[in-house]
């Protein structure tokens, strides 16, 4: 696709419930990257996949966050049991990732997240 | 936190200023990146500048980096309207991880 896509584009859910928000990657971008935005902050970096290595998972917040890359490219964040502190917006990003150092990230639109 | 600190949080010139936004980061880094942000959604790249580097142009956009004092410069010149929105200062660290620690942002806004 042109650019990387996430769904859905926004979600409401009772406390307590699971959801799954999920990101499309740019075709080729062998990294892929999870971040959250609560209202009015900066970025917090959840999860890192790059390639077929273990990702980088140091920043989810609990154990109630996880997510799966499958077949190198679409993404699942989960969250389980949501609370209404992981109302935010939760966005993805994918790279090139040829392990340069330089590389930009390319940012989808964003799931804005709402627990009820 | 690792989160970068940007100043000032908010900033309101009118059309044709100059705007500035600065950031400061905690650790050692590999490159800074400054990012657009358009109504809370998905972030535009602006620039990148290497560790390396001490300032870099990019049509209206400067950038400055110190990393003495580990901080950066983000320079608008004759701002637009359209320029209007919030700007963020990531840094990638060094080592394997292409991880960005993102600042707080700086919210922009352009008066016609």
């Known amino acids: ?116 | 936190s690792q989160q970068g600190e940007e100043d000032p949080q908010a900033l309101s010139i009118q059309e044709g200023e100059n705007a500035t936004m600065n950031c400061s980061y905690k650790t050692s880094i590999n490159n800074l990146q400054w990012y657009r942000q358009n109504s809370g959604r998905g972030l535009v790249h602006l620039i990148l500048i290497r560790s390396n580097e001490r300032e870099k142009h990019s049509g209206r956009l400067r950038v400055t980096l110190d990393t003495s004092k580990k901080s950066s410069s983000l320079l608008i010149t004759a701002s637009r309207a359209a320029d209007t929105a919030s700007y963020f200062c990531a840094t990638r660290g060094r080592g394997a991880t292409n991880k960005l620690i993102f600042g707080t942002g700086t919210l922009l806004a352009v008066q016609p």
């Open chain 1, 1 to 116: 696709g042109a650019g990387v896509s996430q769904s859905p584009s926004n979600k409401v859910t009772e406390k307590g419930k699971d959801v799954e928000l999920r990101c499309d990657p740019i075709s080729g971008h062998t990294a892929l990257y999870w971040y959250r935005q609560s209202l009015g902050q900066g970025l917090e970096f959840l999860i890192y996949f790059q390639g077929n290595s273990a990702p980088d998972k140091s920043g989810l917040p609990s154990d109630r966050f996880s997510a799966e890359r499958t077949g190198g490219s679409v993404s699942t964040l989960t969250i389980q049991r949501t609370q209404q502190e992981d109302s935010a917006v939760y966005l993805c990003a994918s790279s090139v990732d040829r392990g340069a150092a330089q590389e930009t990230q390319y940012f989808g639109p964003g799931t804005r997240l709402l627990v009820l």
